[in-house]
């Protein structure tokens, strides 16, 4: 298997043989995968509540404030997941 090209956990690259950074570097990009799946799991989430509100919304359940409200609130939320992600990646370089 390729080492990974990213280095281990504290930015060194990986030697030949050194299985205990190798073990580092797969960790520190299991994390960044799973960081990726929940960010992606979210964007999901929020997609599906929008949509959801906006059909409450044209069937007159919901007002017009409401659905800004959320709308404001769920791009709010992408921004802090993408930035959170990001820098949880970068503590790990």
Do not use: C, H
């Amino acid at each position: 298997m390729p080492t990974p090209t990213g280095g281990g956990v504290g930015g060194a690259a990986v030697q030949e043989g050194d299985w205990i950074a190798l073990m580092g570097a797969y960790f520190k990009q299991g994390i960044a995968m799973l960081g990726l799946v929940l960010a992606a799991a979210s964007f999901i989430a929020i997609v599906i509540g929008a949509m959801q509100n906006w059909k409450s919304y044209s069937e007159g359940r919901l007002t017009l404030g409401e659905l800004k409200q959320f709308m404001v609130v769920g791009v709010i939320v992408i921004a802090f997941i993408v930035l959170m992600v990001s820098y949880a990646s970068e503590v790990l370089a």
